[in-house]
């Protein structure tokens, strides 16, 4: 879990889960790194980007050192809430992790669905992998014919998800802060994720476009850059928009309150 893009941890809530996982140098060359040199590996998990404070920490079992093997114990305490949370593997040449910095880190990003049996359904409602593949229909390679696999890995549906959740953070006036676990305006936010994955796409197509002829054909697969951005720009705007008179909204609620009287009770 290193490299290029950070790799997607699916959990569901609620659950007691124990997964096994491989950690490696370089993800395009899947090499795993050897871990002998690490005495201790925590797996940590931020609400945002920024949060001082681990939203969750647990002590993980090395497997197999020398193919960085590593497994991690979940309980049902642990897994409250669905959202994405941004996590990783900070590693240690200690026992202790609580008086010696880091030596080595791998980052990834933890998707918590939610759970059917879970007794907190109205507490959050984020959205999740399976809704925005469901929405662009790249939910299997049968549906796409020209690929034969699905456009969007993961990695870059959980990136996609966070950057809504940033922008409105960022945006002013600042309002309300929100984490990737409890943003609210569900339909607005599967927009903005859209049209961001819309967008990375178009930059791959124009990027990768080279039309060429062989044998009287000529084939310009990657020539989608325009449609892309013509779709992404339009869900863009939108959320945009959204931002705007959402904030207003919030921000004239503010204003307004009322004062107490005892002479009037």
């Known amino acids: 879990m290193s490299g290029y893009g950070w790799p997607v941890i699916n959990l569901v809530s609620d659950s007691k889960q124990i997964i096994d996982v491989t950690l490696y140098d370089n993800l395009c060359g899947e090499t795993p790194v050897s871990l002998s040199d690490y005495t201790s590996i925590d797996f940590v998990a931020k609400e945002r980007r920024g949060s001082v404070a681990d939203y969750l920490r647990k002590r993980v079992t090395v497997v197999d050192a020398a193919r960085g093997q590593v497994r991690i114990k979940f309980k049902p305490r642990d897994l409250k809430y669905s959202g994405m949370w941004l996590g990783g593997f900070v590693c240690y040449d200690s026992v202790s992790s609580e008086s010696e ?28 992998i399976p809704e925005v593949r469901l929405a662009m229909r790249d939910i299997c390679p049968a549906f796409n014919t020209l690929l034969e696999d699905v456009e969007f890995s993961d990695t870059e549906i959980a990136f ?18 929100y984490s990737y676990a409890t943003f609210e305006y569900r339909s607005a936010w599967l927009k903005a994720t859209i049209g961001y994955l ?25 020539n989608k850059a325009n449609p892309y951005l013509v779709l992404s720009d339009k869900l863009l705007s939108e959320w945009k928009l959204f931002i705007g008179a959402k904030k207003r909204e919030i921000n004239m609620s503010l204003c307004c309150g009322v004062v107490g009287s005892r002479s009037f009770r």
Request: hydrophobic fraction near 40%; include cysteine.
């Open 101 to 128: 910095d880091p030596v080595a880190q791998f980052p990834c990003y933890l998707s918590i669905t939610r759970s059917l049996n879970s007794p907190m359904l109205d507490v959050n409602a984020p959205i999740s």
């Open 160 to 177: 996609a998800i966070t950057r809504p959740v940033d922008e409105w953070n960022d945006s002013p006036p600042e309002v309300r802060i």
């Open 198 to 222: 819309l967008a990375s796409a178009a930059m791959h197509y124009a990027r990768n476009q080279l039309a060429y002829s062989a044998g009287g054909l000529t084939i310009d697969d990657k």
